[in-house]
C-alpha cells in the first residue's frame, strides 16, 4: 500500500498521525491533495477542512490555517488550531456562529472588519465539519 507519514504541530500539541494514505488541506487557492511520492515543498493553509484518509476510512478536521511541509514521504502541518469532527461540540459551534455573525451586524469599532471576517469564516468551518 502507498502511504506516507503524517505529523500535525500546533502551538499546544503533536499529533502523530501515523501512515496516511490520501490528505486533502485548504491551500490559500483552494484544496489540494497529497499522495504518496508527492513533490517536495511548503504550501500555505487557509480556514477549512482537512481530510485525512487511512485503510479506508476518513477523518474529518478542522483548522484555522497554518502550512504544510512535503518532503520524502513526509508530511509536517503547522497548524494555528486543529479539531476532529468527533470533539466539536455542535452546540458551541454554533453558538460561535451566531457570535460571529452579530460582530459583523453590530458598529463595534474596537474589532476590525477582518478579523470578524475570519471569526465568521472558522465558527462556519468548525460547524460543517462538526456534522460530518
Same mark, same amino acid.
Given at each position: 500500500?502507498?502511504?506516507?507519514?503524517?505529523?500535525?504541530?500546533?502551538?499546544?500539541?503533536?499529533?502523530?498521525?501515523?501512515?496516511?494514505?490520501?490528505?486533502?488541506?485548504?491551500?490559500?487557492?483552494?484544496s489540494f491533495g497529497i499522495m504518496h511520492n508527492h513533490r517536495?515543498?511548503?504550501?500555505?493553509?487557509g480556514v477549512g477542512e482537512i481530510k485525512v484518509e487511512t485503510?479506508?476510512?476518513?477523518?474529518?478536521?478542522?483548522?484555522?490555517?497554518?502550512?504544510?511541509?512535503?518532503?520524502?514521504?513526509? $508530511?509536517?502541518?503547522?497548524?494555528?488550531?486543529? @479539531? !476532529?469532527?468527533?470533539? =466539536?461540540?455542535?452546540? &458551541? /459551534?454554533?453558538?460561535a456562529l451566531k457570535r460571529a455573525k452579530n460582530r459583523r $451586524?453590530?458598529?463595534?469599532?474596537?474589532?476590525? @472588519? !477582518?478579523?470578524?471576517? =475570519?471569526?465568521?469564516? &472558522? /465558527?462556519?468551518?468548525?460547524?460543517?465539519?462538526?456534522?460530518?
Amino acid at each position: 500500500m502507498n502511504v506516507f507519514q503524517l505529523e500535525i504541530v500546533t502551538p499546544t500539541s503533536l499529533l502523530d498521525q501515523g501512515k496516511i494514505s490520501y490528505l486533502r488541506c485548504p491551500g490559500l487557492d483552494g484544496s489540494f491533495g497529497i499522495m504518496h511520492n508527492h513533490r517536495e515543498g511548503i504550501i500555505a493553509l487557509g480556514v477549512g477542512e482537512i481530510k485525512v484518509e487511512t485503510n479506508g476510512k476518513v477523518k474529518w478536521l478542522a483548522t484555522s490555517g497554518g502550512f504544510v511541509e512535503i518532503s520524502q514521504n513526509r $508530511v509536517k502541518m503547522l497548524l494555528e488550531t486543529v @479539531e !476532529a469532527s468527533k470533539n =466539536i461540540d455542535t452546540k &458551541r /459551534a454554533e453558538e460561535a456562529l451566531k457570535r460571529a455573525k452579530n460582530r459583523r $451586524v453590530g458598529s463595534n469599532k474596537n474589532i476590525d @472588519e !477582518a478579523r470578524r471576517d =475570519i471569526a465568521l469564516l &472558522r /465558527a462556519v468551518n468548525r460547524l460543517k465539519i462538526s456534522k460530518k
